[in-house]
């Protein structure tokens, strides 16, 4: 380990008065970010004229931008293969224009980003379409509440936040859901504030769910786009139903008993997409948001 130089009470001091003022310097720039004062590009323009905010770690700029929170800064970060310990400094061209991407500057005061509700059959590929949109453009894809027990290859914060039946009952009652519903013997919502605050900042915002949720987001906010995911076939439904490890197959039944019910619903739908390929549904998603 090299030694740390022998400094004078004087240059202590200095120095002590020279970091309480870059965590002040960064605790103001997290702020403003908050309040969705301040963009990331401006962020980036900001950091080549001072030290203390260059100096930053990407992850504590980005979990201060709202709706993201500790646990989503570090998955983008790993998605984008950024290291957790990188700083503003050292992002690489490739990196800022990822980031940047990821979070767009709003469009004009004022506009609001598009609702699109991908829903259908369990089983149909909604969550790897949802997935590869959020991988593949700047959709900010809502994670939702459920008090189903978490599947082995799932994250508390990433997949699902996974409440208890009391947790999830008290959200309910102080009207935290911009939708919830029953499904398969779980409960399952959405949270509102982070979809309300994405769409605020001219985020496009994709919510995975179930039919009756989406029907209640239609009715919350008439402007979604509400898609039917449709299987290719039904043996297609069918085989994914059955070949899903993770379900029991008492629960393998009962949601392909669920998903006949479901097929019949999709004339409720703007519209209907099949899930052929999943990079032709994300590109079909990503083209709705261009319309006026
Ligand atoms: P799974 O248990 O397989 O993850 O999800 C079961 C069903 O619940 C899927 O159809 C999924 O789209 C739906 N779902 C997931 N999150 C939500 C939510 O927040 N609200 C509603 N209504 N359905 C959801």
Do not use: C
Request: charged fraction near 25%.
């Amino acid at each position: 380990m090299p030694i740390p130089p022998k400094l004078t009470a004087q240059q202590r001091a200095a120095a002590l008065a020279k970091s309480t003022a870059a965590r002040q310097v960064r605790a103001a720039i997290k702020s403003r970010v908050k309040s969705g004062g301040l963009s990331l590009s401006a962020v980036f323009d900001l950091a080549q004229g001072d030290e203390a905010i260059a100096k930053m770690r990407v992850v504590e700029l980005l979990e201060s931008f709202s709706g993201v929170g500790k646990v989503r800064a570090i998955a983008i970060l790993d998605r984008l293969t950024i290291s957790q310990t990188r700083r503003i400094q050292g992002l690489g061209i490739a990196q800022r224009k990822n980031l940047l991407r990821e979070f767009p500057d709003r469009t004009s005061a004022g506009e609001r980003g598009k609702l699109l509700v991908l829903s259908g059959p369990g089983g149909v590929g909604k969550s790897t379409v949802a997935k590869a949109l959020r991988s593949k453009s700047s959709f900010w894809v809502s994670i939702s509440a459920t008090t189903r027990v978490a599947r082995h290859n799932e994250v508390d914060g990433v997949d699902y936040f996974f409440y208890t039946e009391g947790e999830f009952e008290n959200a309910v009652k102080s009207n935290l859901f911009l939708e919830w519903a029953e499904f398969a013997g779980n409960r399952y919502g959405t949270p509102r504030k982070p979809v309300e605050d994405a769409l605020r900042e001219g985020r496009n915002v994709l919510l995975e769910i179930e039919i009756s949720g989406a029907k209640q987001v239609k009715q919350s906010a008439p402007e979604a786009i509400l898609i039917f995911l449709q299987p290719p076939s039904w043996e297609e439904l069918v085989s994914r139903l059955e070949g899903r490890g993770t379900d029991s197959p008492e629960r393998r039944a009962a949601r392909l008993a669920l998903a006949q019910e479901e097929l019949v619903q999709a004339g409720l739908f703007d519209l209907s997409i099949v899930n052929e390929r999943v990079e032709e549904v994300v590109e079909r998603l990503i083209g709705l948001t261009n319309k006026p």
